[in-house]
Structure formats: structure tokens, C-alpha cells
T-cell receptor
């Protein structure tokens, strides 16, 4: 079946602009995670959804970052007033359980802020 | 805080060579340990795991042993193939806590024919 998909695959924007990154999880997966992977670094946790609600948003770096999952499937990560330091690959993962070994990762969205 | 340290890459090997990628961890509790792999153009995927001391995780010819005394979880493979070229990430989660993995910075492996 289809895996986790993320759109767009690449996004170039200018400093100060607003961007939305989309994640389509595997059908039926109730848990959804967002990570940020900066160049030369491992993925860093941003936020975790269980169903429609954010169960843990402790990784969001500041209030410019926000994520929603209104119907418990597709999720959108929203970044306001983008800064050059936001440039990274944003990864989404979904799973049926909370166990990390069951997370399926998408290919990521590469965001470049000029 | 909890963290994972991996050897810097890239690691460049010839086909059929022996591979070791070092990983050490710092954790306040008793973590579960993981290796993930990211092939070019693909999403991150779990390679193997170990949940307690002295456990050995293995998959696709790769293996790693959870060493509590040295706080290590080194990845090894006896004979690498070109198709093993990828970025490898060591990670941990804390038992009884959040199941969100803490990742190392990754080690790139390049295998030449």
C-alpha cells in the first residue's frame, strides 16, 4: 500500500514569508509525528499527534511554528515569518502505535529560506 | 540531557569490506537503542533495535549489541555491498518515558564496487 507522502518535496521561500507543509500518513495510522532535520544533523522531534489532538508539542522551537490535524489523518505544519535558520528537511512519520519501531517515515520536504 | 554520539562520516569502503559505525549514548534511565537507515531519495526506516543490555539486534546482515558497561551500540556488518550506501542514524528512547526517539547526527556510508 501507499506509504507516508509529503508535499511539496521542495519549497523555496523568502525570509518573512508563510509556508505550509503537508503530510499524508498511512491510512489508519492514528499517530503522526513531525521532525526537523538540519544539514548534518539527525531528525529532531517537533510535535506528535494522537488522532486530531497534539499529544506533545514540546519540540516546537517557538510560536512561529504550528501544526494541525483537523480530521485525524492529513496534517499541515505551518511556519510563519520564516527565517533563514528554518531551512531544513521536515520529516513526517505515522504509526499505529506509539512504539518508535513502528513509525513509517515520509521522504521529507526540503525547505530553503532565502 | 539524553543524547547519542556517532562517529563522523563519510565512511568510505570497498565492496565486501567490514563495517563498523560507532555509537555511544548518554541517558538517565534504561534506554532502548535503534539504528535507522536512510537510502538516497527514501524515507528513514528502522534497521534494527535492542531493548536491554546485552541484547543483539540484527537485520539484513547488520548487527549491533547493546553494551551497558560502555554505553555503546556499534553497528557492524561483515561484508558490505554497494547497495548499503546510505546514511545511518543511531537513536534511543527512554523506557517508561516518551517514545519519541532522540537521534544522532548520522553517518554517511559510501561503498565502492
Amino acid at each position: 500500500g501507499a506509504g507516508v507522502s509529503q508535499t511539496p518535496s521542495n519549497k523555496v521561500t523568502e525570509k518573512g514569508k508563510y509556508v505550509e507543509l503537508r503530510c499524508d500518513p498511512i491510512s489508519g495510522h492514528t499517530a503522526l509525528y513531525w521532525y526537523r532535520q538540519s544539514l548534518g544533523q539527525g531528525p529532531e522531534f517537533l510535535i506528535y499527534f494522537q488522532g486530531t489532538g497534539a499529544a506533545d508539542d514540546s519540540g516546537l522551537p517557538n510560536d512561529r511554528f504550528f501544526a494541525v490535524r483537523p480530521e485525524g489523518s492529513v496534517s499541515t505544519l505551518k511556519i510563519q515569518r520564516t527565517e533563514r535558520g528554518d531551512s531544513a528537511v521536515y520529516l513526517c512519520a505515522s504509526s499505529l502505535t506509539t512504539l518508535p519501531e513502528t513509525q513509517y517515515f515520509g521522504p521529507g520536504t526540503r525547505l530553503l529560506v532565502l | 540531557g539524553d543524547s547519542v554520539t556517532q562517529m563522523e562520516g563519510p565512511v568510505t569502503l570497498s565492496e565486501e569490506a567490514f563495517l563498523t559505525i560507532n555509537c555511544t549514548y548518554t541517558a538517565t534511565g534504561y534506554p532502548s537503542l535503534f539504528w535507522y537507515v536512510q537510502y538516497p531519495g527514501e524515507g528513514l526506516q528502522l534497521l534494527l533495535k535492542a531493548t536491554k543490555a546485552d541484547d543483539k539486534g540484527s537485520n539484513k546482515g547488520f548487527e549491533a549489541t547493546y553494551r551497558k558497561e560502555t554505553t555503546s551500540f556499534h553497528l557492524e556488518k561483515g561484508s558490505v555491498q554497494v547497495s548499503d550506501s546510505a546514511v545511518y542514524f543511531c537513536a534511543l528512547t527512554l523506557s517508561g518515558g516518551s517514545y519519541i526517539p532522540t537521534f544522532g547526527r548520522g553517518t554517511s556510508l559510501i561503498v565502492h564496487p
